[in-house]
Each structure stands twice: as structure tokens, then as C-alpha cells.
């Protein structure tokens, strides 16, 4: 244990620097494959590792900020108040997310790791396993959730600059200067006086900037909940299908083989399915949500660009996108800067072809 807040303070007083670090270490994981043996492996593994202990180092910066007076702390995204709102309200639900993450985060190393050991047949063994455990956990957070949108992540972001951690610590400690404590309430409110401190500005800037940032969005404004609808009827029909649609995907392919047609109609009906069905349901609402919430147009918009992966998957791939790719990387084989560009998709270019993680949009 003293190891552990050894670590927490260590992390907190060093915030920059560790996610500079932690950065550079994830942008060296994009130019590792190719470069020697069991290089994809290695950067895989190194790419897990980072995002398993930024999840942690999150969680530390989280509790930190927290202990700050409520005029300090930075707002959190909508999302993360989405999320965080349904994580302490129910255990359960913090339990399932924290288990989607860890397998979100390891499932490449996984299957890398499978079918460098036992081969292909075990690997498609991982996989489906892999793929129903996350519909399973899917199903529960939507089940806890009353029928509503998952979103991506559904684990909380980091929300404060680790820049600023030092400025916001500072803050506090001159806390009882620059607040006053309700007698009644007991809420902490900022003084006048603090907010006009010049700092170069004149006082009138200074005093509107401060209450230009204490604005109220709509956003802000709604309960947590609120930032998400219920779906009903076949909006919640086509929410199963966008759950279910990786596990059919798989168990399709072990059945009819990778180069099949059959599996990559399927999946690509079942997703424009889906999609029909949960557009139909916002559009019923009316109103300002008859296009869904901000957090719904965002997933929606998200779910709309994971169509690409399509191109990139068996048997459009072997057929159409894979000869495009090689003669691009062709042409700029040559070509100064351009050949970066080439030479990064053709060291990704087998683990495309044999990494079904990669692709899969799960």
C-alpha cells in the first residue's frame, strides 16, 4: 500500500512529464511493426500496456482533482458525466465497463499472441469467446442503462491537462483567500476581488472572461442521464443488432471461411440495419432530438466512419482494396515524404490481411 500512494504522489507531482512520455511510447508503437521479428507483437504489447496504465494514471489525476473546491475543477465533457453518473449509481456497471476496457485494450495482444502459439483453429476459439463476452457485457450495460445509446468510450476520458495540475493545486492552497463559505449552505464560491487580479488585463476583461466561462450550456444544464434517450421499439432493435452483429460476424465466418461473401453481406446488413432502425427511433422523438442528442450524433457520426473498415476486410480486400494499396505504395515508393505514407500501410498491410482485431469496427 505505501508503495501504491508512493506511486499515486509520484505520478500527480510529475503528471506532465509522464504523459509526454507515455505519448512519445504510443506514437513509437506506429512504426514498430515491420522493423524486426515479433516487432507487431512487441508493439502490441507495448501499446496495451500504455493504455492499461493510462486507464490507472486516469484514475489518480480523477481523485486528485476531485478534492479541489468545485470553482477549481475543470468542467467534464459530457460524456464523462454521462458515464460517470451511471458508474456510481451502480456498481455493476463500473465492474462491466472496467472488464469491456481491459479487453478492448488487449484483444490485438490476445489474438496475436493465440495464434502465434496454438494457430489459426484456437485463435477463431479466442476470438468468438472474446466477442461474446463483450456482446454479454454490452447487453448488461444497456440492460442497466433503461434501453439507452452505448457510447464510445464507455469508460471515462481524462478530462484535466496534466499542464495545469500544478496551477489548479495552487489554487487550492489559497483556497480560504480567494473563497468565501456559505454559513446556510456550506458551498464555496470565488470572491470578486480574486477574479479581478490584473495579471496584464484590466479588472472589466478579467471579470468577464470569468463569468463569459461560467456560461451554461445546454449540455451542462441537463441531468446526466438526460445527455442520452431511451430507445424503445425498434430503436432498441436496432441497438441489439449493433451489439450482436461482431458475435454473428465471427461465428459466420467460422462457419462459412474468412473468404466468403456470405459473413461480410451479413454483417454489413445487420450494421445498415441497425443504423435505419436507430435513426427512425431519434427522428420519432421531435423537437430539438429529433436528430438525437449531441452525444448521440457524435456515436452515430462514429458508428457512419467504421463502415470503412469494410474495405478493409476479407473478401472485399483480397478482391479490390488490396491491389489499389500495393500499387499506391508502389508509386510512391520513390517519392520523399510521400513514401512514408507507403511504407507505414505496408507494414500494416499483413496484420490487415491476418489480424481479425484490427478490422473488426468491435
Sequence with gaps: MDFLKKYESFIFKNATQVSSIESTLRSLTYILPGRFDDADLASEALFSTLNLLGIY?????????????????????????????????????????????????????IEMGVQKKWGQQYKWRVITALEAIKAAGRLGLMQLTNKRMLMYPVHTERD??????????EAHLSVKE????????????????????????????????????????????????????????IGAIGEYLYILRPLIYVLAIRKYGPKSWYPWFLSLGIELTSRTCIKHA????????????????????????????????????DRFTKERLHNFCESTSKKPLINL??????????????VYFYTSGS
Design 57 to 109: 494514471h486516469d484514475t489518480i489525476l480523477t481523485k486528485h482533482v476531485a478534492s479541489l473546491p468545485a470553482t477549481h475543477r475543470p468542467s467534464p465533457s459530457p460524456l464523462n458525466r454521462y458515464t460517470r453518473d451511471w458508474q456510481n449509481s451502480f456498481p455493476t456497471y463500473k465492474r462491466i465497463v472496467l472488464l469491456l476496457t481491459i479487453i478492448q485494450y488487449t484483444e490485438v495482444l
Design 160 to 169: 484535466v491537462d496534466p499542464s495545469t495540475l500544478a496551477d489548479l493545486t
Design 178 to 233: 480567494s473563497h468565501w463559505i456559505g454559513a446556510r449552505t456550506g458551498s464555496t464560491r470565488l470572491q470578486l476581488s480574486a477574479v479581478q487580479k490584473s495579471n496584464g488585463k484590466s479588472k472589466s476583461s478579467d471579470v468577464t472572461e470569468f463569468l463569459l466561462s461560467k456560461v451554461l450550456t445546454a449540455d451542462v444544464v441537463r441531468k446526466p442521464r438526460d445527455l442520452v434517450g431511451m430507445l424503445r421499439g
Design 282 to 317: 431519434l427522428a420519432s422523438r421531435g423537437g430539438r432530438c429529433a436528430s438525437g442528442t449531441p452525444l448521440e450524433r457524435d456515436e452515430m457520426k462514429r458508428r457512419l466512419w467504421l463502415l470503412l473498415y469494410y474495405v478493409l476486410r476479407s473478401p472485399f480486400y
Design 341 to 354: 505514407v507507403g511504407g507505414i500501410i505496408r507494414d500494416y498491410q499483413p496484420l490487415w490481411e491476418s
